[in-house]
Nanobody, 115 residues
């Protein structure tokens, strides 16, 4: 079974930073656009950022200029550096390919930003 394992979440004050990591298999990582998604309580899951095999990144307007997505080909890992965080960034964060595939959703990692 394919696994994408997220880590790095936690509690941070507004204005702070966190770095999320997502490790997966080489076969998945090397062939796909990778994305970070989030789901806040009572809201639908949304894509936060995505990055192509060629390292072209795209961001949701709500995080543009604050978040940076990157990928490490040697480690088959995708990262999300989150800076100048806001309380509205509070959510469970997931990684998946982009567009997402239902069988690839993992447990996610909780991010909580206090005001």
């Amino acid at each position: 079974q394919v696994q994408l394992v997220e880590s790095g979440g936690g509690l941070v004050q507004a204005g702070g930073s966190l770095r999320l990591s997502c490790a997966t298999s080489r076969s998945i990582f090397s062939l796909n656009v990778m994305g970070w998604y989030r789901q806040a309580p009572g809201k639908q899951r949304e894509v936060v950022a995505r990055i192509t095999i060629g390292d072209v990144a795209n961001y949701a307007d709500s995080v543009k200029g604050r978040f940076t997505i990157s990928r490490d080909n040697a480690k088959s890992t995708v990262y999300l550096q989150m800076n100048r965080m806001k309380p509205e960034d509070t959510a469970v964060y997931y990684c998946n390919i982009f567009p997402s595939w239902r069988d690839y959703w993992g447990q996610g990692t909780q991010v909580t930003v206090s005001s």
